[in-house]
């Protein structure tokens, strides 16, 4: 049986906004877009708080913010829509999901017989009337009768620990394991452009299912799409140097607004996730180069998750670094024990509530993937000469 992490404790404490985030974070859902039409403007709010109630009568539910301006006009009009994004909306999601001043510039829309805006490329559509509004804590939570409801092909998009993604079915999920293993095992020098069809003839399944997956390796980093098409890119020490520096810049502003600020709770969580990356190195390798970069980017990520923006926390897994690091790595690449060291420094330094101590082994750390890298070319080389 597996022992609970301290955030999943009860009774001791109160859990915190933080570590609550944390928790349902891991709980996937779809993602939505409300609509509604107020006073002859159009709303709109990306919303994955949305669930059904009943099927006798058709009912929902959806929670907005109350400082939503969307929530104002669903309040006001009684009526709204929600459309259920597809799993290539990733930009529509986002797009209203942020302030800018027009969300449906160049977006195409219908109009719902209640009056609501309907998202053009939606999986479906529901077009609902308010039946009752309760306020809880942040939130409006709308009660609403679903008075017509339409469905069209394509795959939801999905939202899991604060990233988009896409829901696989099992066969999906096969054909992923298969394209994303063959990409992985290019190696970082190779320069390739993808030819769909022939993978999926290779592989013996529909294009259709490659192209997702594709889609899907390109939102981790482990392929670029360029014009249309899908690249596996080298990795040269540039873009190594580059993303580091970034990484670096990300982690030392946090530093300095969370070190000496975080609770007991967050405290004893970054340490249960430094010690989940203390079993992959032996020997001067990785015992299991991609289980160490998921535990490493847990560590790390947790690490801006302190900081408590999620303006930040989007901006840092931008940088795509589990991808850049599987594609860099392999079983025979060199693995310096001062990694290890370097994450039981940081969690000491947070403990002490010491900014000096965290800040210079973050600086330290920023280096270790090109030293590394040089260390392990130097290495192969050595191994492959025929006076070694």
């Known amino acids: 049986m597996s022992t609970p992490s301290s955030v999943t404790r009860s009774g001791s404490r109160p859990v915190t906004a933080g570590e609550f985030r944390d928790v349902i974070g891991r709980f996937a859902t779809g993602v939505t877009v409300i609509t509604t039409e107020s006073g ?44 259920v994004l597809a799993e290539d909306h990733v930009e529509l999601a986002t797009r209203f999901a942020s302030r800018v001043p027009d969300k449906y510039d160049g977006v195409p829309t219908e109009t719902a017989s209640n009056g609501s ?78 030819d769909t069809g022939r993978w999926a003839e290779q592989f013996g399944v529909d294009a259709g299912r490659v192209h997702r997956a594709l889609v899907a390796l390109a939102d981790e980093g482990l392929i670029r799409r360029q014009a249309g098409e899908y690249l596996i890119a080298p990795v040269p ?68 998750e302190l900081a408590g923006s999620t303006i930040l926390l989007d901006t840092y897994r931008r940088l795509c670094l589990p991808g850049l690091n599987l594609r860099a790595l392999d079983s025979a690449s060199y693995a310096s024990s001062s990694l290890l060291d370097d994450h039981r420094r940081l969690v000491e330094g947070y403990e002490a509530g010491d900014l000096a101590q965290v800040s210079g082994v ?11 890298r040089r260390e392990d070319r130097l290495r192969r080389a050595t191994d492959a000469s025929p006076l070694a």
Not at 53 to 82: E, H, K, Y
Not at 253 to 274: I, N, P, S
């Open 117 to 194: 805006p309907l998202l053009v490329g939606a999986i479906a559509h529901l077009i609902c009337r308010v039946a009752e509004q309760v306020e809880a804590g942040t939130h409006y939570v709308f009660l609403a009768h679903v008075e017509e409801a339409m469905s069209y092909p394509g795959h939801p998009l999905a939202y899991f620990r604060g990233r988009f993604g896409r829901m696989q079915t099992a066969p999906e999920a096969d054909v992923l394991r298969e394209v994303r293993a063959r990409v992985l095992n290019a190696g970082s020098d190779v320069e390739e452009v993808i």
């Open 237 to 304: 020490d540039s873009i190594i140097d580059d993303v580091y520096k970034a990484k670096l810049a990300i982690e030392t502003g946090v530093a300095e607004l969370t070190v000496g600020k975080v609770t007991a709770g967050q405290l004893a969580r970054l340490r249960e996730l430094m010690e989940d990356t203390l079993g992959f190195v032996k020997d001067g390798r990785f015992t299991d180069p991609e289980g160490w970069v998921r535990a490493n980017e847990r560590f790390h990520e947790y690490m801006v």
């Open 40 to 83: 002859g403007i159009r709303y709109g709010s990306t919303a994955s708080a949305v669930s059904s109630l009943t099927d006798d009568p058709p009912m929902l539910l959806i929670c907005l913010n109350r400082n939503s301006a969307t929530a104002a006009a669903v309040r006001d009009s009684g009526a709204f829509a929600v459309n």
């Open 362 to 372: 973050l600086r330290q750390h920023a280096r270790r993937p090109l030293e590394m």
